[in-house]
């Protein structure tokens, strides 16, 4: 394959490098984004948008979106504690029922509030608008194997489907994430205590309607002898993590 040249070359196709990618777009500034994954992760991951990343959304014109795809308000405000799903109810937590919560005032603060959006569902939309802009070239299945850091900018091979590309570009920006490759090239340690626990995480499709309609939440925290975890709704309809 030929060898590029690109302003700036973006490590990590998740939301931080999609993100990255569109406000350069916003300046003219064309840029190549390299994710290692085929595509977007089906695993919603992370779900909560907050307040000042939805008013970014807004200006970025996707805003309406990802509240599309969003937890409605009414189950996001929301956290329940019961033995199972169908098991004893233990408590409620409303949080626009508290007194000395700031959710109210939050609300009417901004154009937009902050609300529970999959995380899949999150990077589609920035997907969108960056390959709308069409300044940037986002590439799945592509893996950055080497980045050396020159006089004028940066020298990176990448790898796609057995072949492999030099690129260099001006700038680098390592969006790969809490185990970044990038952070590891430049010698940046992470600091801070070990992983305490191991968990693990089931996302699945069920029809929890039965259980839940009649008390709708984001979180179902279930509490007994034999587990103890939580569900967490991630549209309210099929779509579910524990």
């Known amino acids: 394959m030929t060898d590029l040249h690109v302003p700036v070359l973006i490590v990590g196709g998740g939301p931080v490098g999609l993100a990255a990618a569109h406000v350069l777009g916003s300046f003219g500034v064309r840029s190549l984004v390299c994710e290692e994954h085929d595509g977007i992760d089906p695993h919603p991951r992370a779900h909560v948008v907050n307040t000042r990343s939805m008013e970014l959304f807004r200006a970025w014109g996707i805003a309406d979106a990802v509240q599309a795809e969003a937890l409605p308000m009414?189950?996001?405000?929301?956290?329940e504690w019961t033995t199972?799903?169908?098991?004893?109810?233990?408590g409620t937590l409303d949080l626009m029922a508290v007194p000395e919560s700031d959710l109210v005032s939050r609300i009417t603060a901004s154009p937009h509030v902050a609300c529970s959006c999959a995380q899949d569902r999150v990077q589609a939309a920035l997907l969108a608008a960056v390959r709308g802009r069409g300044l940037a070239d986002v590439r799945h299945g592509t893996k950055v194997t080497s980045l050396v850091d020159c006089l004028d900018?940066?020298?990176?091979?990448?790898?796609?489907?057995?072949?492999?590309?030099?690129?260099?570009?001006?700038?680098?920006?390592?969006a790969d994430g809490a185990t970044s490759w990038v952070r590891g090239q430049l010698g940046i340690r992470?600091?801070?205590?070990?992983?305490?626990?191991?968990q693990i995480n089931v996302y699945f499709h069920a029809d929890l309607s039965e259980l839940t309609e009649h008390r709708p939440a984001v979180l179902y925290w279930t509490i007994n002898s034999a587990a103890r975890g939580v569900f967490i709704a991630m549209d309210g309809r099929r779509r579910w993590t524990f």
């Not at 199972?84 to 233990?90: D, I, N, R, V």
């Not at 790898?159 to 690129?167: F, I, K, L, P, Y």
């Open 74 to 79: 009414e189950w996001f405000t929301r956290v």
């Open 84 to 90: 199972t799903l169908a098991g004893e109810h233990l």
């Open 153 to 174: 900018g940066v020298r990176a091979t990448i790898e796609s489907g057995g072949r492999s590309q030099t690129v260099t570009a001006d700038f680098a920006i390592g």
């Open 190 to 198: 992470m600091n801070g205590m070990p992983p305490l626990a191991q």
